[in-house]
């Protein structure tokens, strides 16, 4: 059973950096467009970035500039590298396919506060 594991996340004053792994059993990865999402209180979850497999990268237009998303193919992970963080870019952060084509893991909370 194909498994989504998120970890990295954690409580960063504005302004800093924290760098985001998943990392998925079996072969979700092979083939697919990987997608950061990222799901804050009482807001729809929504996709912050994807990747495909050879490494073309898309973000959302509030993120752009500041988060990096990178695969590594053999290793079935995906990263996100969030720098300049804000205050709006707290929520808990998962990934998937795009589209979402898998059981949701439990994501890793970002919280971005002073």
């Known amino acids: 059973q194909v498994q989504l594991v998120e970890s990295g996340g954690g409580l960063v004053q504005p302004g800093g950096s924290l760098r985001l792994s998943c990392a998925a059993s079996?072969?979700?990865?092979?083939?697919?467009?990987m997608g950061w999402y990222r799901q804050a209180p009482g807001k729809q979850r929504e996709l912050v970035a994807q990747i495909t497999y050879n490494s073309g990268t898309t973000y959302l237009d509030s993120v752009n500039g500041r988060f990096t998303i990178s695969r590594d193919n053999a290793k079935n992970t995906v990263d996100l590298q969030m720098n300049s963080l804000k205050p709006e870019d707290t929520a808990i952060y998962y990934c998937?396919?795009?589209?979402?084509?898998?059981?949701w893991g439990q994501g890793t909370q970002v919280t971005v506060s002073s």
């Open positions: 079996g072969s979700i990865f092979s083939g697919a467009l």
């Open positions: 998937n396919t795009n589209p979402a084509g898998f059981t």
